[in-house]
């Protein structure tokens, strides 16, 4: 059975750190791409990351994370990470990984198989 778990939203102050863990299970993690995305309420889920499980190399950053969030891979734990600093209340949101068969990513949330069921992440001002 495949399955995605994300793990480590919590509440946090503005300008504060957290990192979420992506622990993937039932599948050939190497073979895959994985992406973070987010759904505040009342608006649509977006990409915040993306990662090759292949190489680890292949990377990408929404802009508005860009120099705060880092995205990496622990192919021996099968788990993905997004470390976020400085956060913001606008990163407010729940936080999802899924998985995408390849090595490489993609940036819409209709071109991922698998998703996890969720974080929340709650940024204070």
């Known amino acids: 059975e495949v399955q995605l778990v994300e793990s480590g939203g919590d509440l946090v102050q503005a300008g504060g750190s957290l990192r979420l863990s992506c622990a993937a299970s039932g599948f050939t993690f190497d073979d895959y791409a994985i992406g973070w995305f987010r759904q505040a309420p009342g608006k649509e889920r977006e990409g915040v990351s993306y990662?090759?499980?292949?190489?680890?190399?292949?990377?990408y950053y929404t802009d508005s994370v860009k120099g705060r969030f880092t995205i990496s891979v622990d192919n021996a734990k099968k788990t993905v990470y997004l470390q976020m600093n400085s956060l913001k209340p606008e990163d407010t949101a729940v936080y999802y990984c899924?998985?995408?068969?390849?090595?490489?990513?993609?940036?819409?949330?209709?071109?991922?198989?698998?998703w996890g069921q969720g974080t929340q992440v709650t940024v204070s001002s």
């Open positions: 990662i090759s499980c292949f190489d680890g190399g292949s990377t």
């Open positions: 899924a998985s995408v068969y390849g090595s490489v990513w993609y940036t819409e949330p209709d071109d991922y198989t698998y």
